[in-house]
């Protein structure tokens, strides 16, 4: 009988409007989660078969809830050095737990910051996870999740890092005069042959040990120089002499540096072996570029260094944390130096609609949502890493308290479809009267 049918129709819509307004209450309550995603409520027709002229049955209606994962909410400002935000696709990878064993999830929930071990942790309580870098700051992308750990930056305190770079920008006396003897390399280094012009350095080993390390240049011709870096004393390294490098410096007519026509060797990175037994990674060198004004020049001024940089030294305790737009966590120090330590990855899908909710307003891979892709922010389809903003929840509350209205009236109506059948069959029932 068709009534029956219109009794089943009126109990579906009940149970596809009560499922409508759980959305609605799950996007109001979350309207202040950060990184949240609302879920939105279609519903789609149930039909029967009613074929040859047959009467017709009701077969009433269900309800299919998504949640828009892909809709990317508005970024705000943060005072918070650990917070960051994604300003278009992907997911920060974090994991449930510190083990290697510990489930991963990925979300857009940025609100990171310190527990009670240092460990970057969101509000959901999952840990960020980074790639470690390496002393010259690099790190390798295999596509692996296992190659990230995470990101803690409080095991520093109280540790070294060596120098991995030396940049001076110095200008050299152009009016000096040129050396008319006979200069072989390592003479400034020995003292054979005094330099026009020295400078110490003091580079730091990986035991945070110091170096004292001379730059000295004798001018031999126009626009010609000699230099020379060696250690002092010479015995704190095992090259002979304490001699590091040495080669010619030209220069253009202008005063600028001529790289091209230099000896590479004074401009290649420097590889010292300490006699201490120390280790060290290459330290890389900023004297200048070709053509430019940016490190060695030669003009009518008295020699003299204008700036100098050189990296590494002990570590006190860590101050704070900084995340870079780029997603680059470094720790900062008391003494206000910096080193940074995590290159933080975005992970990306074919679909990630079909991501499985997790709790703590987190996801995790499902057959529809497509494998993982992990790769450095604004590179390969994944977005760019927002520091100091959050993104908020994608919630419109204006148009979930009109949701709610809607699904409140439909559900009325349908128990009115329930309420007026019944009436209905109650009228068949008094035939028999």
């Known amino acids: 009988m068709s009534l029956y049918s219109a009794l089943y129709a009126g109990v579906s819509g009940l149970s596809a409007q009560s499922t409508a307004m759980a959305s609605v209450a799950d996007n109001i309550t979350n309207?202040?989660?950060?990184?949240y995603k609302n879920a939105d409520t279609q519903f789609r027709t149930l039909v029967s078969d009613a074929r040859g002229g047959a009467p017709y049955a009701a077969s009433g209606v269900a309800a299919v809830t998504r949640t828009l994962v892909s809709k990317d909410g508005v970024l705000q400002t943060s005072s918070s050095g650990t917070d960051i935000g994604i300003a278009g696709a992907g997911f920060f990878v974090?994991?449930?737990?510190i083990g290697p064993n510990s489930n991963i999830a990925y979300t857009r929930a940025g609100s990171f910051s310190p527990d009670a071990q240092g460990y970057l942790k969101n509000a959901g309580g999952y840990y960020l996870q980074g790639w470690p870098l390496n002393s010259q700051g690099n790190y390798v992308n295999n596509g692996d999740l296992t190659a990230l750990v995470p990101v803690r930056v409080t095991q520093l305190t109280g540790t070294a890092a060596a120098t991995s770079r030396l940049q001076m920008r110095a200008n050299l006396d152009a009016t000096t005069t040129a050396f008319a003897g006979t200069y072989t390399a390592g003479d400034m280094a020995s003292g054979t042959t005094p330099a026009n012009f020295s400078r110490p350095v003091d580079l730091t080993d990986a035991q945070g040990g110091k170096h004292t390390v001379m730059l000295s240049f004798l001018k031999t011709a126009a626009n010609t120089w000699q230099g020379e870096i060696y250690?002092?004393?010479?015995?704190?390294?095992?090259?002979p002499g304490g001699l590091l490098a040495s080669g010619t410096i030209l220069f253009n007519p202008d005063g600028s540096l001529n790289l091209a026509g230099s000896t590479p060797a004074m401009f290649a990175a420097l590889n010292p072996t300490w006699t201490s037994g120390a280790g060290s990674g290459p330290i890389k060198l900023g004297l200048g570029s070709n053509g430019g004004l940016d490190g060695l020049t030669q003009f009518g001024d008295a020699s003299a260094v204008i700036s100098s940089n050189v990296d590494g030294g002990l570590l006190g305790s860590v101050a704070s944390t900084r995340i870079t737009d780029g997603g680059l966590v470094s720790a900062v120090f008391e003494d206000g130096s910096s080193r940074t330590v995590f290159q933080?990855?975005?992970?990306?899908?074919?679909?990630?609609?079909?991501?499985?909710?997790?709790?703590?307003?987190?996801?995790?891979v499902s057959d529809l949502s497509g494998s993982v892709a992990i790769n450095e922010p604004g590179s390969l389809g994944a977005g760019n890493i927002s520091a100091n903003t959050l993104e908020a929840s994608t919630v419109d509350l204006a148009q979930e308290f009109t949701n709610m209205i809607r699904f409140q009236r439909a559900?009325?109506?349908?128990?009115?479809?329930?309420?007026?059948?019944?009436e209905m069959l109650q009228e068949i029932g008094n035939l028999k009267r």
């Open 411 to 422: 559900y009325s109506a349908s128990s009115k479809i329930i309420t007026t059948v019944d």
């Open 94 to 97: 974090t994991r449930d737990g």
């Open 31 to 35: 309207i202040n989660t950060i990184g």
């Open 344 to 364: 933080l990855p975005l992970a990306s899908f074919q679909n990630p609609n079909g991501l499985t909710r997790l709790p703590g307003n987190a996801y995790g």
């Open 231 to 239: 250690a002092s004393p010479a015995t704190d390294v095992t090259a």
